[in-house]
């Protein structure tokens, strides 16, 4: 059967995002720094609120029959309800909302390296982006999943500071293989929401096959 890229959604949504204490445990393995507090200027004050969030089970690279049974989904994940997906590989999906210029990404990781290792050669390739600031990089365990982040600020092409936090995660079980790659990225303002779309991503993830 040929396989094919296309995403298929559930219908029901995952509710209105909560981080509560269960949720503080997984959002306090994110890498910070304290001394680097941002002031935002007003006019960027507006940024993803954790509250504005609803999410969908999201299932994509999947092969001819049953769309929505997941058992013909190569990947899957919770992703925020109303963003559209754009296919950038067979198991690469980049998710967006309407308006707004913050992503969830998810790809096959680096399953060849751990997920220490992929951190690593994540930070190296950043070598040379303009005024970057690596605010943290961390390793942490949540029930059986391994996972290694790094968190980091840059200017992008039109002078505005970008914050972007990519995840590698085991995805097949074998202890801290980097099968899963997530990113978030949007402005510095949208951090607590996409800290909140991190979190759910990581914990619903699936690589399949």
């Given amino acids: ?22 949720g503080a445990v997984l959002l306090g393995a994110l890498p910070s720094n ?9 006019s ?32 899957g994940a919770i992703v925020p309800k109303g963003w559209k997906v754009t296919s950038l590989n067979h198991s690469d999906a980049k998710f967006t909302p309407k308006s707004g210029s913050y992503f969830l990404r998810i790809a096959e990781g680096p399953y060849d390296l751990t997920t220490k290792q992929a ?29 290694s982040t790094i968190v980091y600020t840059y ?15 085991d995805a097949y079980g074998r202890g801290s293989s980097a099968g899963l790659e997530i990113t978030v990225g949007g402005t510095v303002a949208d951090k607590a929401g996409l800290t909140t779309v991190l979190a759910r991503a990581t914990t619903s993830a699936y690589l399949a096959g």
């Fill in 1 to 22: 059967m040929n396989k094919k890229i296309k995403l298929a959604v559930s219908a029901a949504t995952a509710g209105i995002a909560a981080v509560g204490a269960a």
């Fill in 34 to 42: 304290a001394a680097t507090t941002h002031t935002v200027a007003a």
């Fill in 44 to 75: 960027n004050a507006t940024g993803l609120k954790p509250s504005s969030l609803s999410f969908v089970n999201a299932r994509w690279y999947c092969m001819s029959g049953n769309w929505f049974g997941g058992k013909n989904c190569h990947v």
């Fill in 119 to 147: 951190v690593a050669q994540k930070q190296k390739s950043l070598k040379g982006t303009k005024n970057l600031k690596v605010q943290g990089v961390a390793t942490a365990r949540s029930g059986g999943i391994v996972y």
């Fill in 155 to 169: 200017t992008d092409s039109a002078k505005h500071t970008r914050w972007v936090a990519t995840r590698y995660q």
